[in-house]
């Protein structure tokens, strides 16, 4: 007596279950890997916050002014000034954060000559433009 093969089950309108059943595990691992990698760093942030550690950006400026998300001048009681992290790249200066009617506002922009480096004489080249135009 030989043993004859049993016949395949060919019902077409039975979907392959092993396929369904990979995109599910794979989708799940995604997500487990996704929601462990956030719990890590959410409990990081939590804890350093917690232990009083300060972001960099607050004392000081790693992009010497060139970052979009730290403002050179910030408000203060009506009066725009200097960020702190930004002192030891640009000299201390505040204006009205409104501007006045009948006024105009004067930045100079430039390098080091700008800043008064080699000489760090007084007045500056932007002081001794404004006082010119008064």
Known sequence: MSKQPKPKD???DKPDT????????????????????????G???GGLA??????????DDPFVGFAL??????????VMTTAPNKKDFFNQ???AKEKP???????CLGGSTTYGVPT???PRFPAGSVSFCR
């Not at 092993?18 to 760093?41: E, K, M, P």
């Open 101 to 107: 009617p009948n006024t105009y506002r004067i930045f």
């Open 120 to 122: 760090m004489t007084r």
């Open 10 to 12: 060919s019902t077409p």
């Open 93 to 95: 200066q505040s204006f």
């Open 43 to 45: 409990l990081l942030e």
């Open 50 to 59: 917690l232990f009083g550690v300060q972001p960099v950006l607050q004392e």
């Open 18 to 41: 092993s396929v369904v059943s990979s995109r599910t595990s794979l989708a799940q691992a995604i997500v487990i890997i996704l929601v462990t990698v956030g719990l890590f760093f």
């Open 69 to 78: 998300n730290v403002p050179l001048f910030i408000p203060s009681q009506g």
